[in-house]
């Protein structure tokens, strides 16, 4: 559930444009003497993050315009004569539609606020806003409303949509009007330390984050000191001791890990979904507060900003957040991996508009070099705000505003190459020159998917080791209609059955195998492997995936199942557009196959897609025929989103995909693949590649590969050796030789043994480097080290010798 403080919703205190224009964005736009000075300056920040500071510009009058065609639409609907505002919406108990009432009257009355808008010339709006609000107030969400359906509607949602519409009629709103409608706020977030629907539940990460934000602006609208304090302190829980601090970097529960994770829901990967509501959210309580007498202290502040960096960074791939760190979200017509990125860079953008120097400098150069990356969806381009209603929607006037504002980013100044393992949430990001990569995997520890909320309705496979891949010339792959159009049954880099998937769960599901994880080489090398199982538990498999810089060697083994049902592994089902025509090479022949019939090429040696990636067949694996297919998907998001407030349209969308698919048949015991994919290749580049790295092993027990420069990576599922070196269990694996002598990197990915020995078949001269947890046991005549993994959470160990 989804939300944005920062949205295209503007306030302002004046109907004609000539007046609005002439207000200082500091102001309230109540009363001068109507709020004490501290609590002005907060609502006056806080309307200031609704309209801007008034800055006119071509694309910011856009972006107006946009939102003047959904406010005009929701307010001709509108009928404030009845209880029932809109046709469409039934009144009653329950969250099913009240939010959306609340959001289209916020959408109308923020309208009516912003200078120059469709609305703001209407002297009729103010009377029709406050009847509407206090239509609502008697009819929907009152002091006496009972929580019905989802306790995140009264608590969070609603409470949003309230305050900016009341910020938005500033005195237009009567103030006994005002404290009035307010009081369902201030009892539903009475306290923002705990959940009101449920006794004993202490929020954490982002719901947390959400009411400290609702504590501080409301507290400001009722003059209320105690509250604003209360809503601050609640971002360190100093009423529990610090226990669900927002700051603290903890290894198990909600919020952000001391790996640079970020979990919600206990199980969920999230740091493209709540970890940026929650900065979000902080980004605008630091902006509310900045001049006050309370605000968030510099060490509590200089945390967040770390946060812009260490975890949400990495995920970001030319103005998009890559899926595997968004959750069900991967389902919400109104939040694509695009819109997560811009409520990333707009929260970056607010951060360094009240940051010190440096660290101002550089969140304002990185916002705007991640604006100036994004092409298909651009940033200041603000369209199309229907799909957002009742939602997510990151970029509006303010955010255009603030973001003409940036320093202009420097020439060539691209992110650094980087390979991260996160394995407190079982993901990894690699970064190379022109694409990046990542996985979704599930273990024992982190689940497979979420589907809640009747959100994420095709969600069965991916945490089976979806392998993501992410290039500058498709940036808009996942969020053009990927998810509603896709074929969710074979997902780049699953090994699954062609048969009925798997009964969505509830609670979302775990896997019964604790080998999920990788190791981190140096910056441009990794290795992850998974012991895959599937959720009915009759498909098993040993995966692994070594990224170098310009490839991804995927390997899979001891492949087994016993339903009879066909099992396949897919090595591509890209996203074509509505008419893509690029051609697909096979061993340097055109495939002439016709859309929407299958061909079967019994021993393919490479394959080539025009502007996406190439393929090699490795030795290694039994090879098997390749099927290729191009077909025409058509779905609608409603069809993967039928949530009350979150549902998508049921507008039908057609895609055309390329599928490249291998079968292992049925009843495959011990089957195998090996294939690498180079993403961005030329079709000479990839025919090239054949032959160039040699599969070493590929069983149940171990998987390894030689890469370029002799170095070798492995995934040990069991105690085993290769090439000369043996561990006593289970181990992510790469070494050889660098720059600064032979090294050696190993993580454990089962986060479960204590102590994992390596012994290699060769003497060491001298072992010039250790992490803290190696210990060097001998070094003559082979070398023999042990590596305390206990209480590292896979993390990556290293050491070097000469």
């Known amino acids: 559930m989804s939300l944005d403080r920062r949205d295209v919703l503007r306030c302002g205190a004046t109907a004609a444009v000539t007046a609005a224009a002439s207000l200082r964005l500091g102001g309230s736009g109540f009363a001068a003497s109507a709020l004490p000075s501290d609590h002005a300056k907060i609502v006056g920040a806080y309307r200031e993050l609704q309209i801007g500071d008034g800055r006119l510009s071509p694309k910011r009058n856009r972006a107006a315009a946009a939102l003047d065609k959904v406010a005009l639409a929701y307010d001709a609907a509108m009928d404030v004569t009845a209880d029932r505002l809109w046709p469409d919406l039934p009144t009653g108990p329950g969250s099913t539609y009240f939010p959306t009432m609340y959001y289209r009257l916020r959408t109308v009355a923020v309208d009516w606020a912003t200078p120059g808008s469709a609305l703001s010339a209407r002297p009729e709006m103010p009377e029709r806003l406050v009847t509407a609000l ?42 006994a009007d005002r404290e009035r409608v307010l009081r369902p706020v201030l009892r539903f977030v009475a306290d923002p330390n705990r959940r009101t629907a449920t ?12 009411k400290a934000l609702i504590a501080v602006v409301s507290g400001a609208l009722a003059g209320d000191a105690a509250r604003v304090a209360a809503g601050l302190a609640a971002v360190t829980d100093t009423a529990g001791h610090g226990a669900a601090d927002l700051t603290r970097r903890s290894t198990q529960g909600d919020g952000y890990r001391t790996d640079g994770s970020f979990i919600q829901h206990e199980v969920v990967p999230y740091s493209g979904h709540y970890g940026l509501v929650l900065l979000s959210a902080i980004a605008a309580l630091t902006y509310v507060t900045d001049g006050t007498s309370a605000q968030l202290a510099p060490s ?56 010190a120097e440096p660290t101002r400098s550089r969140l304002a150069g990185l916002a705007a070099r991640w604006i100036a990356e994004g092409t298909w969806a651009p940033y200041l381009d603000v369209s199309d705000l229907v799909r957002f209603s009742g939602g997510l929607q990151p970029v509006g006037v303010p955010e255009v505003e603030f973001a003409e504002q940036l320093p202009a980013p420097r020439d060539g100044s691209a992110g650094p190459l980087a390979h991260r393992v996160f394995p407190q949430m079982d993901r990894m990001v690699h970064t190379a020159r022109g694409w990046s990569a990542s996985l979704g995997v599930g273990s024992t520890r982190i ?23 992410f290039l500058p010339g498709q940036q808009g792959h996942y969020s053009d209609a990927y998810w509603p159009t896709v074929d969710a049954t074979l997902l780049p880099g699953t090994t699954e059955k062609d048969t009925t998937p798997p009964a969505l769960l509830a609670d979302p599901p775990r896997t019964t195998t604790s080998y999920a994880g990788g190791v981190r080489f140096d910056a441009q090398h990794g290795a992850h492997g998974l012991d895959f199982i599937s959720q009915d538990a009759t498909l098993t498999a040993k995966k692994s995936w070594f990224f170098t810089p310009d490839a991804v060697i995927c390997l899979g083994a001891a492949i087994t199942d016993t339903t009879g049902a066909h099992v396949r592994t897919t090595i591509e089902n890209r996203n074509l557009g509505e008419r893509g025509t690029p051609r697909l090479l096979v061993d340097n022949r055109l495939d002439r196959t016709p859309p929407g019939h299958t061909a079967v090429v019994p021993r393919a040696r490479w394959l080539h897609l025009d502007g996406t990636a190439g393929y090699v067949l490795l030795d290694g694996g039994v090879r098997q025929p390749v099927t290729l297919l191009r077909e025409d998907r058509t779905g609608t998001w409603l069809g993967i989103d039928s949530g009350a407030n979150t549902h998508g349209t049921t507008d039908p969308y057609t895609r055309r995909y390329q599928k490249i698919v291998l079968d292992h048949g049925t009843h495959p015991t011990g089957a195998s693949y090996a294939y690498a994919v180079l993403p961005g290749a030329s079709a000479d580049r990839t025919r090239r590649a054949c032959g160039r790295w040699t599969v070493l092993a590929n069983t149940a027990q ?17 105690a085993g050796a290769v090439e000369r070196v043996h561990v006593s269990g289970p181990a992510a694996t790469m070494w050889g030789h ?27 001269h001298r072992v010039l480097r250790t992490d803290p947890s190696v210990t060097v046991v001998a070094t003559h005549p082979r070398l023999v080290v042990d590596i305390k993994v206990a209480g590292s959470f896979g993390a990556t160990h290293t050491f070097t010798t000469d």
């Open 738 to 764: 660098t720059t600064h002598g032979w090294t050696f990197a190993l993580s454990d990915p089962t986060q479960t043994q204590d102590t994992v020995r390596v012994t290699v078949d060769a003497p060491a």
């Open 702 to 718: 171990l998987q390894a590969v030689r890469l370029d420069g002799r170095l070798i990576a492995a995934s040990f599922f069991t």
């Open 134 to 175: 206090n239509t609502l107030y008697r009819t929907q969400y009152n002091e006496h409303t009972s929580e019905l359906g989802n306790w995140y509607s009264y608590e969070i949602g609603v409470p949003y949509w309230l305050l900016q519409t009341v910020v938005a009629l500033g005195d237009r709103l009567p103030a």
């Open 447 to 469: 689940c497979r998917y979420e589907s809640i909320n009747g959100m994420n309705q095709h969600g069965w496979y991916t945490g089976d080791g979806v392998l993501y891949t």
């Open 300 to 355: 509590v502040r200089e945390m967040f900003d770390r946060t812009v960096t260490n975890v949400y960074a990495p995920f970001l791939f030319a103005g998009s957040m890559m899926e595997p760190v968004r959750g069900r979200m991967l389902s919400r017509q109104g939040e694509t991996g695009h819109d997560a990125g811009h409520q990333f860079i707009a929260a970056v953008v607010l951060l360094a508009r009240t940051a």
């Open 199 to 210: 006794a004993g539940v202490v929020e954490t990460g982002a719901n947390r984050a959400d």
